[in-house]
Every structure is written in C-alpha cells, then in structure tokens.
C-alpha cells in the first residue's frame, strides 16, 4: 500500500510563505485597479547601449503613444467641423484627455510665444532682404506688399508687424494644408492623453467612448466617415487579441484538462490537486511579476495560461505514483524527480531572464515563480486532497501508451552506431539548412484595416515617419542648434521636423534682433513706413527697445506642445536633446547616413536597429541554451554522479535540432522568440527523462504520467500556436513540435533502458 | 440640402464671369482699424483660365502679383527679378481669386456656403454672400461679397471688423490676341509679368539660381 507522505517542514514553511505572500499581495491591491499592460516596446530589444540616448528614445516613444488622430472626413466642409467640433468635445470631456481640433502643426499658443519674441525671428530670405536693401528700398518692398491682394492680412495687426515679417516668418516655415481642389473635406481631432495610452482599462475605456461617439456622428452626420490614425489603436487591438487568446486558450486548455483527467482517472477527486496548484501557481506568479514590475504584461498572461499545461504535471506523477497501479516504495523516487525536474525547469525558463528583452524577462519570473508555488503546493497539500488510492483507468491511457511504446522500443534497439548516424546527419542539416529571421515586422500582425486608415490619415495631412527620426544632442542650446545647422546643411529643410523648423538658435535671434536695429531707429524704416500709411511709429520702437536681450528657449517651447507634434526637445543630465522628424524620407538616402557622421547626430531607425538587436538576441539565445545545456548536465552529474547519465541530454537536443529543421524548411526562419521556446523544450524534455530515469522500475506508470503531462503540454502550446499574435504562435508552434518530439525520445529513452535492464541493446 | 446645393451653383453660375481669358482694370481700397485711412490702388489684371492671374497695382506703387496654376507665385517690382511668393497665404489667396475670376462654381461651393441678398423693394438680387464653411478659413475670413451691375464687378473680401478689402473690376474685355501676345499687349514685350505667368517654373529658377 503506497500511502501519500506527509510534507516535510520546509515545504510546510514555503507553503505558509507564498500563501503569505499572496494575502499581503491581495490586500495591498484591494480597492486598486490592476495595470494590464500592452506596450509593445517590451517585445523589441534596446535599440542602443548609450543610456541618454535610450531615455531620449523613450520619451519620445511614450509621447507618440499617448497621442492619436480622429480624422473627419466628408462632402461637406460645415457638417465635417460640426462633427469634428462635437467629437472632440466629448472627447475632452473624458478623464486625462486633451483635444486641438484643427489642422495645425502648431498651437495657437505656440504662436502667441513665438510672437512675444518677434523681433529675434526672422526667415533666411528676410535677413537677406534686410542686408540686401537699403532702408528706403525696404520701405518700398513694404509698401508693395501692402497693396498687394493679401497685403496686410496677418497673424497681428499692421501697427505691430508692419513689414508683415512676421505673418511671412509663421506661413513660410510652418507647412500647413492650403485649400484643396479635392471634393472632399476633412477635419483633424488631435488628442493627447494624460497617462497610460498602453493600458488595456485606458485603452478599452476610451475604445468604447470613441465606438459612441464615431455611432452618433454617423447617425447626426451620415455623409462623414471617421478615420483612426496612432500607436495607441495598434495596441488596442493587440490588447483584444491578446485578451481573445487568452479567453480561448485557457478555456479550451482547462475543459480539455479536465476531460482527459476524467477519462483517466474516472473520478472528480483527481480534479482537486491540480486545480489548487494551478490557481496558487498562477497567482503567486501573477503576484511577484506584478510586484518586480509595477504591472502585468498581457503578453505575459497569455503565456501564463500556457503555463497551466506544465504546472499540472507535478499533479499527475504524484497521482500515478500513489495509485493502485503504483508499488509501495515510490514516493521517495518521486520526490527526487519532481526535484530535478523543477530545477531543470527554473533553468530551461530561467535562462528566459538573461534576454534582454522585458517580455521574455517578466515571462521568466512568471514561469519559475509559479512552477516553484505549484511544486510546493503539490507536495504541501497532495496527500490531504488525494485521500484514498487513486484508481487509473485502464481501457484509457494505457492502450494508447502500449502502442506508442511498441514503436519506441523498436526505435530503442537500434544499434549505438545507428544512433550515432542519424545524431551526425541530423546536426549536419541543422547547421546546413537552420537560417534566421531577424525582421522585426513579423512580430505584428496588425488589422489591414487599421493600416489602411493610418495611411488614409497620412495622404491628408503632415504626418512624419513614426519609426524614423534624428536625435541631435548638445551641452546648450547654442550647439544643439549649430549641430541642427549641420544636419539641415545636408538633408533638403522641407523633409524635417524640428524646433529649428520654428525657432533659431538663443545666439541667431540676438543677432536678428540687431539686424534690425537700424530698422526701429526714430528715422529708420520702420518709422518712415509707419508714418507714410499714418500710423504711429514711436509705440513699437519703443516695445523694440524693450527686447534687447531677450532670447525665447526652444526647451521651453517644444518641451510639452499641444497639437499634432510629439515634444521635440527634452533636457537630460546637463544634456539637451532635439528630436529631429521626417516629413519626408524620399527626399534623402537613409543608407549615405554613415557616411556623413556628424558629432552628436544619431539616426534612429527603429526597424533597422530593432533587426541588428534581434538579430544579437538571437545568437545570444542559443549561446545561453548552450549553457543551460551544460547546466542541466552539471545537475545530472552531481545528482548521478555518472558520465552516461548525461546522454539524457540526448533527448532536448535532438527534439531542438529537429525543431529547428523543421521550422526553418517550413517556417519564414528562426526568430528570436522561436530560439528562446526552446528553452522550454529543454525543461519539459529533460522533465521527461527525470521522470523516466527517476521512477525506471515503475516504468508503467511512469510513461502513462510522461504521456498524459506531455498531452497536457501538447494542449496548451497547440492552442498558442494557433493564435494570431506571431510572436505567441511562434512560441506556440516551437513548442508543440519540441515537445510532441520530446515525448517520442523519452519514450525511446525508456525502452532503451528497458533493453539495457534485459540487455537486449545493441552495443 | 439638395435644394441648397442646387441654389449655390445656380447663383454663383450667373454671378461669376463666363469666359475663359480676359483682362480689365482694378480699383482697391483696403481697410484696417489701425490706418486711419483707407488705402486706395488701382492698377490692371489679366486673367486666363489655363495659367493664372497677373495683379499688376500702377498706383500708388507698381508692383506686380501672379497667382499660377503651377502653385508657384512671384512678385515683380519695377527694376527687380522677381521674387518667390512662398506661404498658406499666398496660396489660399491664388485658390480663391482664380476660382472667383475663373467662374469655378464647384470648388466655390466646396468652400463657401452661398447666400443672396435681394433689395427689399425690388426683389432682385443686389448681392451674394459666400460665407467659409471651414472653421480654419473663417479665422482668415469672414465672408465674400460679390456685388454685379452691367458694367462691373465688386468683391468685397471682409477678413474681419477691422480688415476688409474692396476690389471693383471694370472695363473687362475678353482675349482678343493669342494669350502671351495678349499679356505682352498688355504689360509689354519685356515684362517679366508675362514670363511668370506662362512660364513659372524658369523664372523660379533663375530666381533660385540667383539666389
């Protein structure tokens, strides 16, 4: 009689811990929302090693996803501002929501600063003009302009800005739509959140609100059609999928769990262990990776509901050894399996955490957080909620069992020559025919729809490229924009975005100001033109005078504009940074960049960076699985302290090697994420043949538990290959074919030491 | 609405000129609240549907302004090359005079809700009101009023209270030459004016060249 065995102290201890842990989680969450997060960021690698220029980037990134456009689109121009006009009202009445509606790039309230500092700004053409022309020719030219059809029509009145310099400064260098021939009229809502663009409560809160409003514009205006543009829509919608994923996968993993261990165990009591370590596993995990990071990502979750697949495995063993097929002197053999397997899996998904990526991190400490949880949860509370022998059903698993072990152990008795052969070949056509995929776009997967609405956005108005831009960084404002100067020497004025776009250097405005010094003389131009129309000359010499020295800070312009733009300066350790847009990437070639480096100049090309890092990330994995290798061996060896017993190795590498084949000749290549899935096949290979090595003399039991744990797997990383977020189905895939390989080398495994035993192998 | 529509197009077909190509005097008076004045110029225009319009103010300063079809406009000053009319102003300016002295009914419509305002003794039309259905435009300009008798045409471009321009066009005759032999008539054989109006693209480069 195989009677469970009660928990030794410091599981006991470690149980009381963790439940510990979560209470205390629980309670400092209650009342407070928690923070799902969906920033896809975490799923790129950092794009440089420079840390200013990684925090630069990342304000940025944070600026662009906490902005979108609402464009609207109709016939008519009138009902297209009403309905703009009543969109953007609604939506500025949400929480930490702000709205400009408009086609601006700019704000009226940047206008109004830049106006303030008038006399330090003038366009290259007009300090030309000043210094080309006498001053009577200067009052000339003025006196054309103002008799001209638009001729003292500006952005002030003529006793302010008399030569109408300032009009001309604002409508030259700011690219705003003009009228347009088309037969279709639009209106942009610019809208700006406060906080938290990539927070699924955010996200689906506002989704709703933007659903109400775009159905009761189409209702009030039937003629208009809304069009979405930003970061912010992409990851709503990777937030549903993610969310669809997660609904469908643990629901089909958890009924199809159920109904296999019914099946199997013809009772409801077996239901009861695996359902408490899964629930204290997952929310133990969901604890610390929420503790560590602030917030869950929902990428995190998706894998977390895979994980009920692996945690449900101590259950099954612990089932097996103490049911009516098990002998009485199992439990000792079980303890120490289940031992190494858990520390073969916190390597295999521990190693997780060495990749710079903080999906795969937060993934890391998810996973070993709730396998450790499980594993003690199993074996504190396994022998009060199993009771009484558990009764395996024999016209169930075991035919199945037998007829794959009939086809093993005759893969078992091949000669160690034979084996040798296929290993060589193997290796040869994974070195051969193994190609990577290091292109960041087969991460996501985004709607067609979505994509044809960002680009019905851009045809219509100044849109700059999102994942292309220049960081120009100086000790002070003056060389920020003589580095400015340097790069607008070389790339056409018109295709960039900048504060230089708007503004000139602190040392430039003071020399405009005096270039005109002459001008606001009591004869000067100024004076003579004001006083030809009638107008009083003395007042605005007098506001002149009352400049001098007066410089407008770019920092305090652009730091945090409304509007369309992202910020474009930020100040960072004694360090400012401008970020340089492109309106316009055809008018340079990307690929001369190298060759004109200029001092404090970077060009951020999030696609291409994010190729070389993933591309390093990835080589960087297999060099990591290459060591958990030899980790999981160093483990063996002391655990067997026997060179042979590290051939249990064999069985992950050849699934991996095959693994790898096979998705290369089928698959686009191997990403990184395909390379960091085989971690886990490591852990769940090497599970197997623990298990298979540990339990040898229960070896009818064991390779029914080994079966039904790999079938558990197999569930939930089928169903995360089917999912459409690539980056899970990449996950998903690597696994469901490692681990259905997995299965078959452990079972070979078994035969082969069942041979060994009846030595019927051949040497 | 339909009703609307078909009222616009109708009264601004009959408002607007019906030919193509044709020239006339101009007399303008601007106003501003800071001038205690109102500026008065006058001068010639010639205006062909196929390239542009050339604004050419005599008095009190010559000075020419040409709007093209090519988006590139300049302005010309006695004794000088030419300089480069670069800006949402200008280019608004060109959109909505070539459409008014182009009779372009529809992009008028698109832009301007359109309103009549007949004499409360007669009932016949006196005015038409064109009114900015864009919130942008109207932050520009307020409204358009074309005023029509036998002889002439008044626009009156009213920015907002305090600025408004009054443009009356008399003596307008059509093309009696082909078009640059009918500019050149007009402005003379060396005038730059001609060049720019058929010919943008070279004059923008030489300005540039210069430059």
């Not at chain 1, 019905?456 to 960081?471: C, Q, S």
């Not at chain 1, 401008?578 to 690929?591: E, G, H, N, R, T």
């Not at chain 2, 419509?109 to 009932?123: G, M, Q, R, S, Y």
Request: aromatic share 10%; glycine share 6%; with cysteine.
């Amino acid at each position: 009689m195989n009677q469970p065995v009660k928990a030794s102290k410091v599981t006991l201890t470690g149980f009381f811990g963790l439940l510990l842990i979560l209470v205390l989680f629980f309670i400092s969450q209650s009342g407070r929302s928690l923070a799902i997060d969906t920033n896809l960021k975490d799923l790129s690698p950092q794009l440089t090693e420079d840390k200013a220029l990684q925090h630069a980037v990342a304000k940025l990134s944070s600026a662009i996803e906490n902005r979108f456009t609402i464009l609207i689109t109709g016939p008519d121009q009138s009902a297209v501002d009403l309905a703009a006009q009543k969109f953007a009202e609604g939506l500025s009445a949400v929480n930490g929501v702000t709205t400009a509606v408009g086609e601006e790039a700019v704000s009226q309230e940047i206008v109004e600063q830049l106006s303030s500092q008038r006399f330090g700004l003038l366009t290259r053409s007009q300090r030309i003009t000043i210094e080309e022309n006498s001053q009577d020719e200067l009052v000339e030219i003025a006196t054309e302009n103002l008799y001209q059809p638009s001729g003292g029509v500006g952005f002030l009145p003529i006793d302010k800005d008399p030569f109408g310099w300032f009009t001309e400064y604002l409508t030259e260098l700011v690219d705003e739509p003009t009228l347009t021939d088309s037969s279709e009229s639009f209106a942009a809502i610019h809208v700006t959140l406060e906080r938290g663009g990539l927070e699924t409560s955010v996200q689906e809160n506002l989704q709703r609100v933007l659903s109400q409003f775009e159905s009761d514009i189409h209702t009030t205006y039937p003629k208009t059609q809304v069009l979405r543009s930003g970061v912010f829509f992409f990851a709503a919608e990777a937030a549903r999928t993610a969310k669809k994923d997660i609904t469908t996968i643990s629901s089909i993993s958890i009924v199809a769990i159920v109904v296999l261990l019914l099946l199997t165990f013809f009772s409801l009591r077996p239901l009861l262990l695996p359902f408490v370590s899964v629930a204290t596993g997952i929310a133990f995990a969901f604890a610390v990776t929420y503790w560590i990071y602030g917030s869950i990502h929902i990428l995190t979750i998706v894998f977390g509901a895979s994980l009920i697949g692996i945690i449900i495995d101590y259950s099954l063993h612990y089932f097996y050894c103490h049911s009516d097929q098990a002998s009485s002197n199992t439990h000792a053999g079980l303890i120490n399996a289940m031992k190494l397997s858990l520390i073969s899996s916190v390597i295999g998904y521990g190693a997780l955490g060495f990749s710079e990526l903080v999906s795969l991190q937060k993934i890391a400490v998810f996973s070993c957080a709730g396998l450790i949880a499980a594993w003690i949860t199993v074996l504190t509370t396994a022998p009060r909620l199993i009771g009484k022998k558990i009764t395996i059903n024999p016209r169930f698993l075991p035919p199945v069992v037998d007829y794959l072990k009939g086809i093993t152990n005759a893969i078992a008795r091949w000669p160690k020559s034979l084996f040798t052969a296929v290993g060589i070949v193997l290796l040869i056509q994974v070195v051969n025919g193994v190609v990577g995929n290091d292109d960041p776009r087969v991460f996501f997967n985004p709607p067609a729809d979505l994509i044809d609405q960002e680009r019905a956005v851009a045809e219509r108005l100044t849109k700059v490229e999102p994942g292309r831009y220049f960081v120009v960084r100086g000790d002070d404002e003056n060389m920020l924009f003589e580095r400015l100067d340097a790069l607008y020497q070389r790339i056409p004025e018109n295709a960039l975005l900048s504060i230089a776009s708007w503004l000139s250097s602190p040392a430039e405005q003071q020399q405009n100001y005096q270039l005109q010094g002459p001008l606001f003389e009591t004869d000067g131009a100024i004076a003579k033109f004001m006083q030809s129309i009638g107008l009083d000359a003395k007042p605005l010499i007098a506001e002149y005078k009352q400049h001098q020295g007066r410089v407008l800070s770019a920092y305090d312009l652009f730091e945090n504009p409304s509007g369309t733009l992202p910020p474009l300066m930020i100040e960072h350790e004694k360090q400012i940074f401008a970020f340089v847009l492109i309106k316009d990437v055809s008018q340079f070639d990307p690929d001369q960049i190298d060759t004109w480096r200029i001092e404090g100049v970077d060009y951020i090309d999030i696609a291409s960076m994010s190729s070389n890092a993933l591309k390093n990330q990835r080589e960087a994995s297999i060099r990591f699985l290459l060591l958990a290798f030899v980790l999981v061996g160093m483990t063996l060896y002391v655990r067997y302290r026997s060179w042979p017993k590290l051939l249990m190795l064999v069985v992950p590498g050849a699934s991996i090697a095959t693994t790898l084949l096979v998705i290369s000749l089928f698959g686009n290549g191997i990403t990184l994420f395909h390379s960091m899935a085989l971690f886990l096949v490591l852990g769940l290979g090497m599970d197997y043949v623990i298990f298979v090595s540990e339990l040898h003399n229960e070896k009818h039991i064991t390779l029914q538990a080994v079966f039904l744990s790999a079938v558990t797997s197999l569930l939930s990383f089928g169903l995360l290959s089917t999912s459409t977020i690539p980056v899970v189905h990449a996950f998903g895939i690597t696994v469901l074919i490692g681990n259905g390989l997995n299965l078959i080398g452990a079972m070979i495994y078994a035969g082969r030491l069942e041979a060994q035993t009846n030595g019927s192998v051949y040497e | 609405m339909l009703f609307e529509k078909a009222l616009s197009s109708d009264l601004l077909e009959n408002w607007l000129p019906q030919t193509c190509q044709y020239h006339g005097k101009f007399q303008q008076t601007r106003t501003l609240e800071a001038l205690p004045n109102p500026l008065q110029s006058s001068g010639v225009f010639l205006f062909d549907c196929d390239a542009g319009i050339i604004w050419h103010t005599d008095t009190p300063v010559i000075s020419s302004v040409i709007y093209t079809n090519q988006k590139q406009h300049f302005r010309i000053s006695a004794n000088t090359q030419g300089k480069l009319l670069k800006g949402l102003v200008h280019a608004n300016m060109s959109s909505m005079l070539q459409a008014l002295m182009g009779g372009d009914v529809t992009h008028l419509t698109k832009i301007f809700t359109v309103e009549l305002i007949a004499n409360p003794e007669t009932d016949a039309a006196e005015e038409l009101k064109l009114l900015p259905k864009s919130a942008a435009l109207k932050r520009h300009l307020q409204e358009i009023q074309l005023q029509k008798t036998a002889a002439e045409m008044n626009i009156w471009l009213i920015n907002d209270e305090t600025k408004s321009t009054r443009i009356s066009t008399l003596e307008i005759a059509e093309f009696q030459r082909p078009a640059t032999e009918q500019c050149h008539h007009l402005f003379g054989a060396d005038s730059l004016n001609c060049e720019a109006l058929y010919f943008p693209a070279k004059l923008a480069d030489a300005i540039k060249t210069e430059r």
